[in-house]
């Protein structure tokens, strides 16, 4: 009788354990790639301007979204260094997720909890905007996905 308590304890504590250590699965999955625009407020390069603040949203019109539409919303978010066209943190929803996203240069590296990208960022000077005097349209290619 004692063999079979030790054993029936030792499954118990084995399937608990299992239970409180496995976790949930995530059952979506979001993507785009390719390219397409960012459009913000007012950004310019630094000590051209104040720092950007406000909402920003990606379209991707080349490429595309594998679901929950072509267009992602998200907002500035504060830091030391402000919000600037070389510089930007922020945070964007994709799905039910929430990524955030740290920019320097033209590199905009995105993560999260069940995802990340990588997208290159530069002002659409072809549409008249630049840096110098504010731009709130950018051109991006990339990718961001969410699993």
């Not at 030790?6 to 390719?34: D, I, K, M, N």
Request: charged content about 5%.
């Amino acid at each position: 009788m004692k063999r079979f308590s030790v054993r029936a304890l030792a499954a118990a504590v084995f399937v608990t354990g299992l239970t409180l250590t496995a976790q949930p699965a995530h059952a979506h999955t979001e993507s785009c790639s390719g390219a397409g625009f960012m459009g913000t407020n007012l950004v310019y390069s630094v000590g051209f301007g104040p720092s950007a603040t406000g909402a920003v949203t990606f379209s991707f019109s080349a490429g595309g979204c594998v679901s929950g539409g072509s267009m992602i919303s998200g907002a500035f978010t504060a830091n030391a260094v402000g919000n600037y066209c070389e510089h930007s943190t922020g945070e964007l929803s994709f799905g039910p997720d929430t990524l955030s996203w740290v920019h320097v240069g033209k590199v905009m590296i995105l993560s999260g909890s069940h995802g990340g990208g990588v997208l290159i960022v530069e002002p659409n000077s072809s549409g008249g905007r630049d840096c110098v005097t504010g731009a709130t349209q950018f051109l991006v290619s990339g990718s961001i996905s969410t699993v």
